[in-house]
């Protein structure tokens, strides 16, 4: 193994075991809080769609934005500062400390403050900086950086809060239960409170047209840490703007749902500053009308671009401005949820969408550290209340990382991955992005290759060379393929004429030169059903170079593939899929390849194979044709296959053959393609597989017969577990 | 007026929120108000004709009594059904102070006060609190955390919430 591999391996490891839990813990209550919550809500698809919208014109209109929030601010009597980049903002905020004379400083959360660093700057001037809430002061005395933008500390059991507590107050009766430590924290924290001379905040939203800043919180120290000094600074980046007040409302009800799973956050301030609330004079405690003061309120907004208004020009980094971050990405991440921000994280942000602040305000380097945990299955993207399509900025930033660093070894594999890319990518990532032409000439060469990549020797150089764990069994290819089968057998069985429906099977690489058996499945499923089915030589989806951040070879796999398909398309035929991945490829990603109108023909005609198998049914087939029994499955979806809601098709036919269906309720097997394959991965990947395995290894379930929709599922499942894993249509085919 | 659809909800949705919820008429505001109150107390003035606060609540109180105090009493402006969330909003005379320093918040509410839905509170905040360029607080439930292991109430605001609902205001 290559020693960055070896180093990423153990890091993760690390974290597996020191921090895996606490998140894994805390993310679950957050997404079970998600699921039941967004039930409730009989809108939340338009909530969405109005939210993106919302955003979409803002960010389009920002320039403007910013000078009418500027205006409106200066109206109300507060002062507008617009930062260039981080150093200039906390410049700026050091000179209203000088200004006022001010020495101490009470803070609420905000990862823009964290994002320029303002506590580090501020203390090297001489100014006492607090944290007042809760989990960012325990990160405070830790001295840690975040692992969570909602939810910074994460991290941390209670044990050991109670412990660093100890350490660091030394109390006489030091606090135990998360009651006592809240209380010792509070009332340490008023304190501060009240000998504060400024108050900083962040704000999750302004308003353009009134200067009002909504704040979303649930301690209340955001409300005291703006109220009770005289002095208010808010920092906030200027993607923050939106034009009018009622824009702020889909977001109350998406913001807290998303993240924590609340339905609403205990506080959503709504500041027009300087506010009317007097401020609190506890240097004359005992004077009435809060201490009499007779300061007047002062307000600066900070505004800060650092990248954004760059981003912003950016055709694919641009969304990432649209991010209310609520961290709904980050906790329905599997591998996010077992090792947590601090391996799944840059400088300042953490979780799916931080690779594409990363990228936009600290540079690509801060982006690369951690952009390969995003596997590009997709469960995040259902999650985004203003449906950002997260893989997708992923994937363009790691094609970018690619082409900005480039490898010499490049003749080596040249022969092998006939790609698209110019220079670039490493080795570990070309091989696993030309996955087809790997699988063609192994079949082509099967068992001989099955042979060689057997044998430890192949292994070792494999790891070294490539960075496939050695640990992890390789498919084993097929010498027929299945289109050689389909046309050995003679073609379609059921004719043209005598057909209601003609379908294109796709083959894609592993059912066409692994998982041969599933393609014959869902051949004879098919025609059992009255469906003139045809297995063409179609070329690959595109999906492995996608993953890999390899795009011009994706772009040319897209455009090829549609080549292929178009004209049976265009004379009204359908085109099923086994694969999901590649499904997602032809319904989602391609958006981003093909002209529009070539995107929505393939999206519209493309059909999971359970899903048309359910069409047909529910269109007068006859289930008899079909294998029905009383058998108890479990079933484990597939990533790609529940972000496009299609999980529920193969639950209903499954049921309406009879079958007694346990599904799976983690978000991910932790495979995705080619991530358990890769060695600084394998362990991360193995950790995610047995939370999956548990549930199907429950006392009780052990006699299900496992079905798998995908791919890697599939691979991970059946080296977890004795059963063998196969998929649904091999299930419900007729002999 | 808020309908009896909307109260009922309002009232659901508090009890979920482990709010407490009273009611009483102009006539008995101050006896029922004494009730909730527990001392000492520090308020902000109502803004309802013919309600004032009894003398046990202190009336622009020094910093110390702030601090001091147990109960805040402060008025909402609104309140939403659906979530049983209270629009506090911020006063010269610091009903945003009481509100928050203190272990009990008091919130005063007129029946006719209710709105139904998010959307139709915003359009109302968006005259009382964007044109006016004012500013309030949308407040559900108590202060809350759960950085310290589970779920805690009154981190740094109210441990505790009671809404005093005044009929026929
Ligand atoms: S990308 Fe979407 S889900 Fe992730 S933090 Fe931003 S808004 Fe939330």
Redesign the pocket.
Known sequence: MSADRAETAARLRELLETEGDSVQANTAVFNRGRYDSVAELDDYEELKDRAREIKEDAIERLPELIDELTESVEENGGHVYLASDAADANRYIEEVFAERGAETLVKSKSMTSEEIEVNEHLERAGIEVTETDLAEFVLQIAEEDPSH?VAPAIHKSRDEIARLIEEVFEPDDPPETAEELTMFAREYLLEKVTGADVGMTGANFLVAESGTMMLVTSEGNARKSAVAPDTHVALAGVEKIVPRFEDLAPFVELIGR??TGQDLTSYVSLLTPPVESPPIDFESPDVPGFGGSDAEREFHLVLLDNGRMAMREDTHLCE?L?????????N?CANFQHVGGHAFGGETYS???AT?WEAGVHGLDSAAEFNDLCTGCSR?VP????K?D?PWINEVVRDRINHGRGEGFDFLVDGLVPDAEEGGPDLQKRLFGNYGTLARLGSASAPVSNWIGSLPPARIAMERLFGIDRRRPLPTFRRETLVDWFEGRGGPRVDAVDADREAVLYADAYTNYVAVDRGKAAVRTLEALGVHVRVPEVPESGRAPLSQGMLATADEAASAVYGALAEHVDSGGDIVVIEPSDLAMFRADYEHFLPERSFERLDENSYEVLEYVFGLLENGANEEALRTGDDRVAYHSHCQQRSLNLEGYTEAVLSRLGYDVLTSEVECCGMAGSFGYKSQYYDLALDIGYDLVEQFEQPGERDRIVLTSGTSCTDQLDDLMTREPIHPVELIAPE | MATTHTQGAFERSLAALDVGLSRTDPPGFEATLSELVSEPAVGARLPFEGLGLPETVTLDPSPRELEEAVTGVTAASFAVAEYGSLVLPATEDGSEQVSVFCDHHVAVLAESDIVRDIPTAFSRLSEEVGEARASAIVATGPSATADMGELVRGAHGPKTVDVLLVEGL
Do not use: E, N
């Open positions: 933008i998303s993240g990432t649209y991010c209310i971050r609520c961290a709904a990405c980050s329905t979780g799916g969408i594409g995040c999650a985004c209340p203003v950002i997260i």
